[in-house]
Nanobody
Framework: VQLQASGGGLVQAGGSLRLSCTVS????????IAWHRQAPGSQRELVAE???????KYADSAKGRFTISRGNAKNVVYLQMNSLKPEDTAVYYC??????????????????WGQGTQVTVSS
């Protein structure tokens, strides 16, 4: 299974970006998918998460500004970020807790990170 994150970039404060995370592979069940971020010198922190049942949870810093959603293709998850602030500058990572099917047909539970995408918000 692979997670491919995209959509980062440079934006002015108050602007918006939409991050995308595409999960590829033989997905049997997606239990959780989330966005985390890590700023220089800081620990990685949860930004938003969505359960397989559609429940969502946001960090306090993201509430009211960020929205996590799944695309029509259920293996794609978005993070819409509005009213961006300089303190949102970080590398954003998608994360999935899922069950996949291996080549030999076995079901495998795994937790996987995608590569990061840089978000830079200028003041």
């Amino acid at each position: 299974v692979q997670l491919q994150a995209s959509g980062g970039g440079l934006v002015q404060a108050g602007g918006s970006l939409r991050l995308s995370c595409t999960v590829s592979g033989k997905i049997i069940r997606l239990d959780e998918i989330a966005w985390h971020r890590q700023a220089p010198g800081s620990q990685r922190e949860l930004v938003a998460e969505m359960t397989g049942g559609g429940g969502v949870k946001y960090a306090d810093s993201a509430k009211g500004r960020f929205t996590i959603s799944r695309g029509n293709a259920k293996n794609v998850v978005y993070l819409q970020m509005n009213s961006l602030k300089p303190e949102d500058t970080a590398v954003y990572y998608c994360y999935a807790n899922l069950v996949t099917q291996s080549d030999d047909g076995n079901y495998v539970a795994q937790k996987t990170w995608g590569q990061g995408t840089q978000v830079t918000v200028s003041s």
